[in-house]
């Protein structure tokens, strides 16, 4: 259990989306809808930390009635709602983009560059939809990625070799390459398959509620963060208040002060929230 009085601090909540907040259905929890409402009467302030692209946050922004920045991409991006006002974004240098794209194709696995406004993808890598996770994002067939490198947040490879993509990862790594962060792990939608994301070193969630916080002139021991997937790792080494939905795989539950008793498809989110408003009351 989470000390009262380290609750009562908590200033700012920090949601991932699918596997946490969102339900299998991509539904947000009705309880959770009524405890953001309550607390924010009570000063707490609320935003995302997801793999999507800003524009996939914009909905449930809105049915939670958030107003805070949304970090997207992982951290690569954060701009405000509804306003869209880029407040950080970690742009990729071009020499690394085009590196990873040559290991990409000699390796013949599936690639696309996320930008913030889309996900652009050639002819050869059409299937990219469908095998990466990137849940809601606007999808851009281009006939080459000549003009977009210069503006690349993050590029995603994936393939159903484990080989190939552990190989790239080794290639884009210390001392093979310097200024890169890469993040591997297996794809949550598609069983069997492998991802491997690129950005610019130093980009990551932690990096995005870092930043987010020192907007809002906010302490990181005033955050609490809520994950369940190994993408949401680098939340789970900060000082935030780190809460673990029950279907959270073992890292995180491993590394969390606090495991709910439900699942992202029994509003596990609002377990904790209920928990926050209870020290908030008190």
Not at 135 to 155: C, Q, R
Request: net charge neutral; with cysteine; hydrophobic share 40%.
């Amino acid at each position: 259990m989470i000390p009262k009085e380290r609750l009562k601090q908590v200033k700012l909540v920090i949601f991932d989306l699918d596997g946490t907040l969102l339900d299998d259905k991509g539904e947000i929890g009705r309880d959770t809808v009524d405890l953001v409402k309550k607390l924010d009467n009570y000063g707490v302030q609320f935003s995302f930390a997801s793999g999507r692209l800003h524009s996939a946050l914009t909905d449930y922004a809105a049915q939670l009635k958030i107003h805070t920045p949304l970090i997207s991409l992982d951290g690569c991006l954060i701009q405000s709602y509804p306003a869209g006002t880029t407040i950080y974004q970690s742009v990729m240098p071009v020499k690394h983009v085009l590196k990873t794209i040559a290991l990409a194709e000699k390796f013949l696995v599936k690639f696309a560059l996320c930008h913030a406004d889309a996900i652009y993808f050639t002819e050869h890598n059409s299937l990219i939809a469908d095998l990466i996770d990137k849940f809601g994002a606007k999808y851009e067939e281009v006939h080459s990625y000549t003009n977009l490198v210069d503006k690349t947040l993050e590029i995603v490879l994936v393939s159903e070799f484990k080989d190939y993509i552990k190989e790239i990862e080794k290639r884009l790594s210390f001392p093979y390459s310097l200024g890169l962060t890469t993040t591997y792990s297996k794809s949550y939608q598609n069983p069997g398959m492998y991802l491997l994301e690129i950005r610019k070193h130093g980009s990551s969630k932690a990096t995005g509620l870092k930043k987010l916080a020192s907007h809002l002139k906010i302490g990181i021991s005033e955050t609490a963060v809520i994950g369940d997937w190994y993408n949401d790792k680098s939340l789970f080494d900060t000082k935030a208040v780190k809460v673990a939905v029950a279907n959270a795989v073992p890292e995180i539950k491993f590394l969390s002060d606090y495991v709910t008793q439900r699942s992202n498809d029994e509003d596990g989110v609002a377990e904790f929230l209920e928990m926050l408003y209870k020290a908030k009351v008190d």
